[in-house]
């Protein structure tokens, strides 16, 4: 099988054009794709506890740390306590944060809004479902035996 024909190496190709996309659109801003998508998923008003950031991104913790830094260092973000459980931290947006992530919003959204100009609806969901199945069949089932 050529690698062309494999779904990972599909997937895998596809991404990489997206995030070499993202990060050219990001670096007009003083971003990265990375903080972008960090940007995304921290609520604008409660913040976030930054225990879930990581998870909503699907990523390790030790991974975002290295990015929350950054953010905080170009003043996009901050820190506080939580009120109710002390032992947790939860991130804010500063104003400047909430610029960037607007940024960030409108390109996910004009990034999307053009497939679709260019790919039917019909398409675009099966392509929904497909993806959906890899994901629970990679969650669900043990792929690669221990025995092997």
């Known amino acids: 099988m050529k ?5 990972d190496h599909n997937i895998k190709t596809a991404w990489h054009a997206i995030a070499r996309m993202y990060n050219h659109q990001a670096a007009k801003h003083d971003m990265t794709m990375s903080i972008g998508f960090v940007l995304l ?3 604008s008003k409660e913040g976030t506890p930054a225990t879930k950031i990581a998870p909503l991104m699907g990523l390790e913790s030790r991974s975002l740390t290295r990015v929350l830094k950054n953010m905080e260092e170009k003043g996009f973000i901050y820190k506080k306590p939580d009120e109710i459980d002390k032992r947790s931290v939860r991130i804010y947006l500063t104003e400047k944060g909430k610029c960037k992530k607007e940024i960030s919003k409108e390109t996910v959204l004009r990034f ?21 199945e890899v994901n629970e069949i990679i969650e669900n089932n043990n792929i690669y035996s221990t025995n092997e």
């Open 3 to 7: 690698r062309e024909e494999t779904i």
């Open 41 to 43: 998923n921290i609520s």
């Open 112 to 132: 999307n809004a053009v497939l679709r100009e260019f790919i039917p609806e019909d398409k675009i969901q099966v392509f929904f479902e497909v993806i959906n």
